[in-house]
């Protein structure tokens, strides 16, 4: 299976910073990656699909990007509404594996 | 709008098969453009993709739960179903049904339902 390592596991932030969450695979995967936003008692929700293409109804202060086997979530400027838990999920291949995620909480 | 909701049982006892449905409404699960899974979420948070139908019945199995996993999907009625025997403790978790974009759409989970939360006790 491919891993995924997700960091950090936790980050405190304030309303307005810029927010980085990294994903890194264990192999390749081009840029078969998603970004979720999952908030308690919810189902996930998809931000980012093919690594930077934004889901239509997401704010655009959200982006994805790749550098190598280096994925990243940003944040440009973080709303109250945005904290909450980010998982990473590949698509590489089969089974479909997650990051641990990243919990963002009020500084 | 398309939704998806799960059904089940809440409480399963070990060593017996869990069996979950998921209603898919807004849409047609015939579509060619979608597969549809199943993923959970353990207690602690973690996320497992168990698998995914297409409407031909094609389906991929995560491989650590191929032998416990069967999935089937039912055109009709617009939706598919999950089961997964042999359940223990470690089955425990919320279970979640969502819609999966094929190769072109990046293969991503776009629509997912509320979740179940299923518990393997006697």
């Known amino acids: 299976d491919i891993q995924m390592t997700q960091s950090p596991s936790t980050l405190s932030a304030s309303v307005g910073d810029r927010v980085t969450i990294t994903c890194r695979a264990s192999?390749?995967?081009?840029?078969?990656l998603a970004w979720y936003q999952q908030k308690p008692g919810k189902a996930p929700k998809l931000l980012i699909y093919?690594?930077?293409s934004l889901e239509s109804g997401v704010p655009s202060r959200f982006s994805g990007s790749r550098s190598g086997a280096e994925f990243t979530l940003t944040i440009s400027s973080l709303q109250p509404d945005d904290f909450a838990t980010y998982y990473c999920?590949?698509?590489?291949?089969?089974?479909?594996?997650f990051g641990h995620g990243t919990k963002v909480e009020i500084k | 709008q398309v939704q998806l909701q799960e059904s089940g049982p809440g409480l399963v006892k070990p060593s017996e098969t869990l069996s979950l449905t998921c209603a898919v409404s807004?849409?047609?699960?015939?579509?060619?453009?979608?597969?549809w899974g199943w993923i959970r979420q353990f207690p602690g948070m973690g996320l497992e993709c168990l698998g995914s139908i297409y409407y031909t019945g094609s389906i991929y199995f995560n491989p650590s739960l191929e032998s416990r996993v069967t999935m089937s999907i039912d055109t009709s009625r617009n939706q598919f179903s999950l089961k997964l025997s042999s359940v223990t403790a470690a089955d425990t978790a919320v279970y979640y049904c969502?819609?999966?974009?094929?190769?072109?759409?990046?293969?991503?989970?776009?629509?997912w339902g509320q979740g179940l939360l299923v518990t393997v006790s006697s």
């Open positions: 192999q390749s995967i081009s840029n078969w």
């Open positions: 093919k690594a930077s």
């Open positions: 969502a819609r999966q974009r094929g190769h072109s759409g990046g293969w991503c989970l776009d629509y």
């Open positions: 999920q590949q698509f590489e291949s089969s089974p479909w594996t």
């Open positions: 807004g849409g047609s699960i015939s579509s060619s453009s979608f597969y």
